[in-house]
Nanobody, 115 residues
Framework: QVQLVESGGGLAQPGGSLRLSCAASGSIFSINVMGWYRQAPGEQRELVADMPGGGSAAYADSVKGRFTISRDNAKNTVYLQMNSLKPEDTAVYFC?????????WGQGTQVTVSS
């Protein structure tokens, strides 16, 4: 079984920063994509950023230039550095791991941006 454990959410002021982490454990194929999605109340879940192992990152237009995704493949961990946070970034952030036809989700971590 594959498990994803997220950490790092919380409350930030507009313009502030937060860093999310997601550690994957279990039987994970080495060729995979790890990424972050978010879901605000009443909205659909949307891609924030993702990155294949050894590949280039892809970002949603709304976070380009503010968020940075990175990976530590040796630790099967993906990070999301979020800078210049805005109130509209408020959402539950979910980590996702895919390899082959397998898709795994973390439990989600709340990010709230408010003064």
């Amino acid at each position: 079984q594959v498990q994803l454990v997220e950490s790092g959410g919380g409350l930030a002021q507009p313009g502030g920063s937060l860093r999310l982490s997601c550690a994957a454990s279990g039987s994970i194929f080495s060729i995979n994509v790890m990424g972050w999605y978010r879901q605000a109340p009443g909205e659909q879940r949307e891609l924030v950023a993702d990155m294949p192992g050894g590949g280039s990152a892809a970002y949603a237009d709304s976070v380009k230039g503010r968020f940075t995704i990175s990976r530590d493949n040796a630790k099967n961990t993906v990070y999301l550095q979020m800078n210049s946070l805005k109130p509209e970034d408020t959402a539950v952030y979910f980590c996702r791991l895919t390899f082959g036809r397998n898709v795994y989700w973390g439990q989600g971590t709340q990010v709230t941006v408010s003064s």
